[in-house]
Structures are given as C-alpha cells and as structure tokens.
T-cell receptor, first 114, second 111 residues
C-alpha cells in the first residue's frame, strides 16, 4: 500500500520557466493538500482540493500558481515563470476527508530556481 | 485565525533523558492535533494523532497529551536516543479542514 507519492523529488528550473509538481494520494484518499516550506521556515498551507474541485485556495499566491486534481491522474501544482523566491520544498498530503482523520504526507519536491 | 506556537525552538539533551516538547494553539475549536517528525531534507512522518475528545495517545516511547480548553499539547519522549534527533512539528486541524503548523522544535540527542 504505497503512501503519498510525489515527483519529482528534486526539480531545478531557470528563472522564467514553468515548474510542474505531481502528487498521487494514498489509495482511498480523495482529499489533497499542498504545503510549502521555505528555507528555515514552517509549513504554510497553499491549497486544498478534492477530485475536480478546489475547496480552499486561500494560501495560494495570487499570480503564477495554480493547482488541479483531475478525475483521473495525480494532483498537479503548477508554477509559471518561476522566480528565485519560489525555491522551497513543496509537500503534498492526502486524507480520506472525514475531519477526524489525520494527514499523510509525501516526501516532498525540492524546487531550486537558478 | 489559528496560531500554533512550539516551545522550545531548539533543544539539546544527552542520550537517555526524558523530555517534553510543548505546543500551544489559540483557537480551541479543533478536530484533532497531530505530531510529526521531520528529518533534515526529508518529508513528514506522523507520530501521533489525538482527537479533540481524547486526552492522550501513546506509541512506544512517545506520549502526547491534549488539553483542548487551555489550547495546549505536550509530546513526551522517554529514554531519548540519538535516532530521535529531528525536528518535531505540531499541527492542529480546525473547521476549515486544513492543518496549521507550529514552527517546530529542533531536537538533538547527544550520545
């Protein structure tokens, strides 16, 4: 029973390029959450998605960032025209959705913008 | 707005000691509280999950308590080992279903 799978583990992009981060939730989990961890900072909520729906995107920067969780396939966090300040670890978590359940996190994608 | 604070920010103790990590939160309307461990450059590993109706949870040498009314949780680690060295994160889940994290406690166990 695989856990939350994120890929790639490491991603290097030049300024101005696009970054696509993928997350496959645990089997049976229909809720996905994205968090960002900047160097030496805590984990900050970005977005909460269910299949084909964005439930809460209050933590997403207003520009260049988008997320989706299609009916088929992984959840995608997309960052357009990356800048050096986007360099961070991006973590995905999943849960079955009931409030009493905890989250299971993936190993993260470490994005470096050069 | 929920805020989570962890004290101390860093802790260094000799091997074998028992220790307590503290977590406080400002809004007591939570579903649950989760303690995680994060090793450098790695992901988060869930250690314990306490529901709002529970007072404590135990797993091996770890014991977590929850006092929802006062907005506090503690993580007790018994007989610490060098392998326990990591950053420990506390997170609470409120009505919006998203976890709010503290800044973490960086723990070093010295052999």
């Amino acid at each position: 029973n695989a856990g939350v799978m994120q890929n790639p583990r490491h991603l290097v992009r030049r300024r101005g390029q696009e970054a696509r981060l993928r997350c496959s939730p645990m089997k049976g989990h229909s809720h996905v959450y994205w968090y960002r961890q900047l160097p030496e900072e805590g984990l900050k909520f970005m977005v909460y998605l269910q299949k084909e729906n964005i439930i809460d995107e209050s933590g997403m920067p207003k520009e260049r960032f988008s997320a989706e969780f299609p009916k088929e396939g992984p959840s995608i966090l997309r960052i357009q025209q990356v800048v050096r300040g986007d360099s961070a670890a991006y973590f995905c978590a999943s849960s079955p959705g009931h409030p009493n359940y905890g989250y299971t996190f993936g190993s993260g994608t470490r994005l470096t913008v050069v | 707005k929920q805020e989570v604070t962890q004290i101390p920010a860093a802790l260094s103790v000799p091997e074998g000691e028992n220790l307590v990590l503290n977590c406080s939160f400002t809004d007591s309307a939570i579903y649950n509280l989760q303690w995680f461990r994060q090793d450098p450059g790695k992901g988060l590993t869930s250690l314990l999950l306490i529901q709002s109706s529970q007072r404590e949870q135990t797993s091996g040498r770890l014991n977590a308590s929850l006092d929802k009314s006062s907005g506090r949780s503690t993580l007790y680690i018994a007989a610490s080992q060098p392998g326990d060295s990591a950053t420990y994160l506390c997170a609470v889940k409120g009505g919006a279903q998203k976890l709010v994290f503290g800044q973490g406690t960086r723990l070093t166990i010295n052999p």
